[in-house]
Nanobody, 124 residues
Framework: EVQLVESGGGLVQAGESLTLSCAAS????????IGWFRQAPGTEREGVSC????????YYGDSEKGRFTMSSDNAKNTVYLQMNSLKPEDTAVYYC?????????????????WGQGTQVTVSS
């Protein structure tokens, strides 16, 4: 059974940093693309970044580029999202998702497996 468990969210002030973790189990890490998404109230779930064995790491969205860094620890079957210089507009529930295949996908509907999400709130 594929399982994804996010952790690391919280309440921070603008300019601070957070690192999210996504612990994966039930599948071979290298055979799946794993993405980070976020969803703010009243908005659609948007892709933040993705890692796959074919594509490496891909970032989506201009606002996060240069501030967010995705990484993975294959020995721990865990991916991370380091978020620096956080802004109030980064406030959202952050999800990790997995999809079989070695190519990254940008859109939420392309992923079959989801974690429960972790709330990130950035105060001004």
């Amino acid at each position: 059974e594929v399982q994804l468990v996010e952790s690391g969210g919280g309440l921070v002030q603008a300019g601070e940093s957070l690192t999210l973790s996504c612990a994966a189990s039930g599948f071979t890490f290298d055979d799946y693309a794993i993405g980070w998404f976020r969803q703010a109230p009243g908005t659609e779930r948007e892709g933040v970044s993705c890692i796959s064995s074919s594509d490496g790491i891909t970032y989506y969205g201009d606002s996060e580029k240069g501030r967010f860094t995705m990484s993975s620890d294959n020995a721990k079957n865990t991916v991370y999202l380091q978020m620096n210089s956080l802004k109030p507009e980064d406030t959202a529930v952050y999800y990790c998702a997995a999809e079989w295949g070695r190519t990254c996908y940008e859109y939420a509907h392309e992923y079959d497996y989801w974690g429960q999400g972790t709330q990130v709130t950035v105060s001004s």
